[in-house]
């Protein structure tokens, strides 16, 4: 049943808080407004002019293949976001076909999260290694620059995000496996293989990307190993689904980065802040922070040099960004928990916590700064809380 948007209009508050700011008269996306209170009415707090640091996959172009879609948020998309794009894909399931990513690589890495389902990825290394794995909802996986790859759904199909190590990355400019054979000259190909031109008759004469094939077959029967004893099968894969979270104050995290996934050169925490708790006031010294929002809704705060500060709202599916060392914190503004992935293009995973920094400064300088108490300061805490406040469920 449609909204009476006019009642809903009315019942919106306007761009006015106190003696400051007006009625709106002229049009409104209300809908769009109420996921943004943070932006239609600013905190006191913000100040000064600020980039653009959301953008809701919502709001992203989809690709429908044969057998699953696609849709990515880049650098074109969200300009600040100049290290990391992202791009969600699904692959259909069925009990004849399932959906395939085309067998393909491309110049940047690729670091990928499950958010549903169960999928077999494939890859071969330089040195002729063969993986062969299968991943479910909460695992990742990590393919370098240029090395081919694929995923394929199980019967019950998947869901995933992918993540570059570069901004300006696009899914729809990979290197496909279709696109390259048809476009060598056949005597070329015939030559390569050590095959007769006839050979390669049949092959796709357009891109195939997302196409439908047979389900894979069970894990040990599609395993290739090599057979030089000398070559050792890379590990692409991280079951992280398997790895439990470590409890904070107002939530838990699990943090991945090169020290326990040794092929990755992207690092990552999984957040996740129960009603009204937060992740604590920090930020990172190595890399910008790129969001991907899971589950329920958030609001973060980003504060630059020189009095600017500006305050987004976020929810599930949205992509929040956060440029290196400035100061942030993410507040679950629902009622349920609220959760997100942190990546950064670095192999190791580095935060520094504004509450631990203050823990470990001579107390009497802290003093002369804040113009606290002695008590409050001795409250600090000298280990990172990570997620703080808030009501446990
Ligand atoms: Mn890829
Ligand atoms: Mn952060």
Same mark, same amino acid.
């Given at each position: 049943?449609?909204?009476? +948007? #006019? #009642?809903? +209009? #009315?019942?919106?508050?306007?761009p006015e808080s106190g003696p400051l700011g007006g009625p709106q008269q002229g049009p409104r996306d209300v809908m769009r407004q109420r996921q943004n209170p943070d932006l239609l009415i600013p905190p006191r707090t913000d100040s000064g002019t600020m980039p653009n640091l959301r953008f809701s996959f919502a709001d992203s172009h989809v690709r429908l293949q044969?057998?699953?879609? +696609?849709?990515?948020? +880049?650098?074109?998309?969200?300009?600040?976001?100049t290290e990391i794009s992202g791009v969600q894909m699904h692959l259909n399931g069925g009990d004849t076909m399932t959906g395939v990513r085309e067998l393909h690589w491309h110049k940047e890495a690729e670091w990928a999260y499950m958010l549903s389902g169960t999928a077999r990825i494939t890859a071969v290394d330089p040195f002729g290694g063969s993986f062969v794995d299968d991943v479910k909802a909460g695992d990742l996986w990590f393919f370098p620059a240029g090395v081919p790859h694929s995923i394929q759904a199980h019967?019950?199909?998947c869901e995933f995000l992918l993540t570059f190590d570069d901004g300006a990355f696009s899914e729809n400019g990979t290197l496909l496996l279709s696109d390259f054979m048809r476009h060598v000259p056949p005597e070329v190909l015939a030559k390569n293989f050590g095959q007769t031109e006839s050979a390669f008759a049949n092959i796709p004469q357009e891109d195939l990307y997302i196409f439908w094939a047979p389900p894979p077959p069970p894990l040990q029967e599609a395993l290739v190993p090599n057979t030089d004893p000398n070559v050792q099968p890379p590990q692409y894969s991280? %079951?992280?689904?398997?790895?439990?979270?470590?409890?904070?104050p107002g939530g838990r995290v699990k943090i991945i980065d090169s020290r326990r996934f040794g092929v990755t050169t992207i690092s990552c925490a999984v957040v996740?802040?129960?009603?009204?708790?937060m992740r604590e006031l920090h930020w990172h010294p190595n890399a910008d922070e790129w969001q991907y929002y899971l589950e329920g809704s958030a609001r973060m705060t980003v504060f630059d040099s020189s009095s600017l500060a500006r305050t987004f709202d976020y929810q599930a599916g949205d992509v929040g960004y956060v440029p290196k060392v400035l100061g942030h914190y993410v507040e679950n503004t629902g009622d349920g928990p609220m959760?997100?992935?942190?990546?950064?293009? %670095?192999?190791?995973?580095?935060?520094v916590s504004l509450s631990q920094w203050l823990a470990l400064t001579p107390p009497g300088l802290v003093k002369a700064h804040l113009s606290v108490s002695n008590e409050v300061i001795a409250s600090f805490s000298k280990t990172k809380q990570s997620v703080v406040g808030g009501t446990k469920p």
């Open positions: 049943m449609a909204e009476d +948007t #006019s #009642s809903t +209009t #009315s019942n919106l508050p306007g044969p057998g699953g879609w +696609t849709n990515e948020v +880049t650098q074109r998309e969200l300009p600040i976001a019967r019950e199909g991280f %079951h992280l689904s398997q790895v439990d979270y470590v409890e904070c996740e802040a129960d009603p009204g708790a959760r997100f992935l942190a990546l950064f293009r %670095h192999p190791l995973y580095q935060d």
